[in-house]
Structures are given as structure tokens and as C-alpha cells.
């Protein structure tokens, strides 16, 4: 239960956010050229905190004069990172008391009173990029952070009752949020982590006429409502967290006659509110810079996607982030909002889906169930979760002591509260983890199909001419059917090549993948897998 501390504190936190909404909700209404002023009165007054008031920043931007900066000088500050930010914790907050041990042991266990030092609350990320960032907000941030997202919701006609299907109890800033800024009567959190049949269970009790959630859940119960087992009817549909791809949103459209609302939001601060006269989002801009850049932090043209985003939080006094790092993928338009907000508009996002991960007997789990226990571990800093047969192998890198049992059997009993019976959870530490060529992390990996691949010698009319050094011998791949009608893919490699410049006489087959012959080449068939 709450404490009575928190009560109190909660009751004047909210007084205060209802007195400040009106002008943010009026800020709505600015021109460009207000924005912009408003951007850089905040960006000023940022400059000024972070190089008095903490230490990492007060280096990093001693020659900054923070008096007389404007939007143009925005790419001559240095850019940062989440592994900066974790590694130099101590030194980039502005109030001392904020140790690591704090609020890592904060993020582990929510306090009764989430008020630390009665005036800051944390959050963490949800480690997208592998690796978990914590966040602290003060007071008059935290009011700001609510209001951006109220001030859109404001404008909406409520429609109860409402189920939330976010992130479950944790250090996430929706749960946190919600504790904090809870929205009287009518909303109803539902994890999304249960199994799908005790959720569909309970909306179906509920029968929500708001129904809000990560993309990959409504998806899934849009399939569950075309099926008949869900028998809900929303009139207005929400999603965040996750990319709404097209075709989901087609299907959830096509099963509920709603338009979904789509924001944008990270833990770090900005968040993008879906426009009503559109797809498209709106950017709050007179909160925040998001700069869209190329791999190498030069800005791309407006409608070209971003290989990553530049972002600075202009309302966190606390947590100086000033051209941070952010790893998402997505498009600034060009063309302004046809509702009338002149600020910029953004598509959907373009990167970082969560999986989730799909076992035999149709049994789903949400990368939650899994995500939010390696996330509350203060020493595990980055992870990969891989799908097993019968479970999850969990590779990842520590900055100090963790017990391997404790934390597979915690991730053992979520499995298992999603339906998978005996599940087998193997945990291994490693000094890095392998990224994809654009250095993005694969944070879950769904169990790769069966594959066969079958290597045979070609049927060559003379003889296969010898590759460039370097060049491996030429192949083609397609699917085929195996045994029992697994889909597998057949790859054909040609034999040792000898000199010569003849070619083959037919095409390598996948689909007959039989030991062929000519006079001084013939071989077995290799087969193995992938």
C-alpha cells in the first residue's frame, strides 16, 4: 500500500500538473518562430545547470557560452552516449545525492514512498539497445514530462472504461506515470506479459472502449477478436513502444472500425503525439531539439530516414542529456501538420521492434516477460535473449556480481506464467556481444525454422573457372520442402574449381539436390544444418 507520504506528495504533485497543463495546452498554438524562442530560452537555461552543476557537462562544455546560444550552435555541441551516461553516472547528474547504488537499488525495488528525497522519480529504460539507461526527474520535470502527453489527451473525449496494456509493475515510465498521475476512474492495467488467454479473459470482462498497448499485443488481439474469443468493441485504440507496421495496423482497423493513435515516446524525455489529421506525429518542439542524423551524426534532409536521432531533453535539469544518442529509426516530414501545430512532424518508426517469441501449442511470450527482470539487475548492463526450444538462452555482460540461478529461475517463472511448461533457461556471461553490421544490437532473437542445406557437386560441361582471390565459389539458395513439409532452404556449391574458362551446363538445383557427375568428378551429397 501507499505510503502516507506518498499520498501527500502524490495529491500536491498532481495539483501542480493540473495548474500547468492549461499553458502547455496553449503552447499548442504557437507559431514557429515562438517555438524556436522557446527552445532556445530553455536550451540556455540547460547550458547554464549542466555547467555549473555537473561535473562531466562543466567540462565537456567549458567553452560554451550558454548566455548567447542559439539554435544555430546546436551542432557544435559534443554528442553523448548511453554508455557514457551510465559510465559517468555521478558526474553528469546535478544533484550528488543521485549515487548509482541509489537508483540502481531504486529500479530493483520500487520504494513504498516513489518520491526519492521526496522530490525525484526514476525510471529505466527498457534496455532497446541491450543496455539499460536510468533516468531521474525532479519535480517541475516530471510535471512537464506528464504534460506533454496530457495536453494531447486533453483534446480527446474520454472513453471508458480504459484498458492499459503496457508495461507491468516496474521502473518503467508508464508505470511510474500511471502511480504518480493516475487517471481517475475507469483504466484498467492489464500486463501484457500474462498468458493471451487470461487476457483476452479479462477484457473480455471488462469490455474496454479504450484499448491501449505495444503494437505487437493489439496485434494479437486483433487476431483473437477475428477468431470470436475476444468480444470487445473499442472506439479508440492507442499503441506505443513498438513500430506500428502498416500491415498491423490493417489488421487491427480492419477488425475494430477505429482509426489507432500511435505515439512516440522514450524514457529519456521526448514524446511525439499522433496528429488527428493524419499518420503522421507531432513532435513537441518547444520541449525538446531531435536532431535526425546519418551513422556518422550528419543531419539528413527532412523525408529521409534517419540512420539515428541526436536528442536533448530541454526540461531535465537533473539528468543533463544534450545531444544523446538514440538509436531509433525514423523520418522527419517535411510538409507542415495539416491540423494546424507548427511543429515538426515525424513518421512511424522505422526500427527497433520487440520479438515475441512463439513456442509449439501456440504459447507467445511477450519480450517483457524476460526484459524486465535482466533490466532490474543493476549489474547486467547489456543483453541478448535467444529463443530455445523450450526456452530462452540469455547471453549477456555485467559490470559486477550475478547469481545465475536466482536470475534463470526468475525468468523461469515467467515462462512458466505464460503458459510454457518446464522451461530451460541457460544464462551466459560474456565480454561483448555481437552486433549487426550497422552496430545495432539484435536484442531478441526468435528461433530460427529448421534449415537443411544440401552441397552437391554441378554437372559441368568441361569445368568450373577459377573464382577472383577472395571470392567464394558461386551458390543459389531458395526454399524447398523437406521431410514432414518443414520449409528449409538448399544451397548448391560448386565443386573445387580447376583452370579453365568453360561454364556449366546447367544451372545449379536446389530442388534436386542429387549427386551429379562427369567424367573425373562425381561425390555424395553433404547435408547438415544451417
Not at 487517471?183 to 477484457?203: K, N, Y
Not at 542524423?293 to 529521409?304: C, I, L, M, Y
Not at 535539469?317 to 507542415?336: A, F, K, M, N, S
Not at 577472395?470 to 513439409?485: E, F, L, M, T, W
Request: net charge positive; with cysteine; aromatic share 8%.
Amino acid at each position: 500500500m501507499p505510503s502516507s507520504t506518498f499520498e501527500a506528495l502524490r495529491t500536491r504533485h498532481t495539483a501542480d500538473r493540473d495548474a500547468a497543463l492549461p499553458g502547455y495546452v496553449s503552447q499548442l498554438q504557437w507559431s514557429a518562430a515562438q517555438l524556436r524562442t522557446e527552445r532556445e530560452r530553455r536550451m540556455r537555461v540547460l547550458l547554464a545547470a549542466a555547467k555549473a552543476r555537473s561535473p562531466w557537462h562543466s567540462e565537456r562544455l567549458r567553452d560554451v557560452d550558454a548566455a548567447t546560444f542559439t539554435e544555430a550552435d546546436l551542432p557544435t555541441l559534443p554528442t553523448m552516449s548511453k554508455a557514457d551516461l551510465m559510465d559517468n553516472f555521478e558526474a553528469v547528474v546535478t544533484d550528488p545525492r543521485l549515487t548509482r547504488e541509489i537508483v540502481d537499488a531504486y529500479v530493483e525495488k520500487l520504494p513504498e514512498n516513489l518520491y526519492l528525497f521526496d522530490r525525484y522519480v526514476v525510471v529505466a529504460s527498457g534496455g532497446s539497445s541491450g543496455r539499460r539507461g536510468v533516468f531521474v526527474y525532479d519535480w517541475e520535470a516530471f510535471v512537464t514530462f506528464n504534460c506533454q502527453n496530457g495536453r494531447w489527451l486533453n483534446a480527446v473525449p474520454a472513453a471508458l472504461p480504459w484498458a492499459n496494456l503496457w508495461a507491468p509493475r516496474g521502473a518503467h515510465i508508464t508505470w511510474i506515470a500511471f502511480l504518480v498521475f493516475p487517471r481517475s476512474g475507469g483504466v484498467t492495467r492489464i500486463a501484457p506479459t500474462l498468458p493471451l488467454g487470461e487476457v483476452v479473459e479479462r477484457l473480455n470482462a471488462l469490455q474496454p472502449k479504450t484499448l491501449s498497448g505495444y503494437a505487437s499485443t493489439l496485434a494479437l488481439l486483433a487476431g483473437e477478436a477475428r477468431s470470436g474469443r475476444l468480444t470487445v468493441s473499442p472506439t479508440r485504440v492507442f499503441t506505443c513502444g513498438e513500430p506500428l507496421l502498416p500491415e498491423v495496423r490493417a489488421e487491427i482497423e480492419a477488425v475494430w472500425p477505429v482509426h489507432v493513435y500511435c505515439y512516440y515516446g522514450m524514457s529519456e524525455g521526448p514524446y511525439a503525439f499522433p496528429c488527428r489529421a493524419g499518420d503522421a506525429m507531432c513532435l513537441q518542439d518547444d520541449l525538446h531539439y531531435v536532431e535526425a542524423v546519418d551513422e556518422a551524426g550528419r543531419p539528413v534532409p527532412s523525408g529521409t530516414p534517419a540512420a539515428k536521432l541526436l536528442v536533448t531533453n530541454l526540461f531535465n535539469l537533473t539528468e543533463p542529456l544534450i545531444r544523446y544518442e538514440v538509436t531509433d529509426q525514423l523520418v522527419v516530414l517535411p510538409e507542415p501538420c495539416p491540423c494546424g501545430v507548427a511543429m515538426r512532424r515525424i513518421d512511424h518508426l522505422l526500427g527497433r521492434a520487440d520479438d515475441i517469441f512463439t513456442y509449439p501449442g501456440g504459447i507467445r511470450v511477450h519480450p517483457l516477460t524476460i526484459r524486465a527482470p535482466l533490466g532490474r539487475h543493476r549489474h547486467v548492463v547489456e543483453y541478448q535473449v535467444i529463443q530455445t526450444e523450450r526456452g530462452v538462452r540469455v547471453r549477456f555482460c555485467a559490470n559486477g556480481p550475478v547469481d545465475p540461478s536466482e536470475l534463470s529461475a526468475t525468468i523461469a517463472t515467467g515462462l512458466r506464467g505464460c503458459g510454457l511448461p518446464d522451461p530451460e533457461v541457460t544464462l551466459e556471461q560474456v565480454p561483448e556481444l555481437s552486433r549487426q553490421v550497422s552496430g545495432k544490437l539484435k536484442r531478441f532473437v526468435p528461433r530460427a525454422p529448421a534449415t537443411v542445406c544440401v552441397i552437391t557437386p554441378l554437372s559441368l560441361s568441361s569445368c568450373w573457372p577459377s573464382p577472383p582471390a577472395g571470392r567464394r565459389p558461386r551458390r543459389r539458395c531458395q526454399p524447398v520442402r523437406a521431410a514432414g513439409g518443414a520449409r528449409r532452404r538448399a544451397v548448391a556449391i560448386a565443386p573445387a574449381p580447376c583452370p579453365g574458362a568453360c561454364r556449366p551446363s546447367r544451372a545449379p538445383s536446389c530442388q534436386s539436390p542429387r549427386p551429379s557427375s562427369r567424367a573425373g568428378v562425381a561425390g555424395p551429397s553433404r547435408t547438415g544444418t544451417l
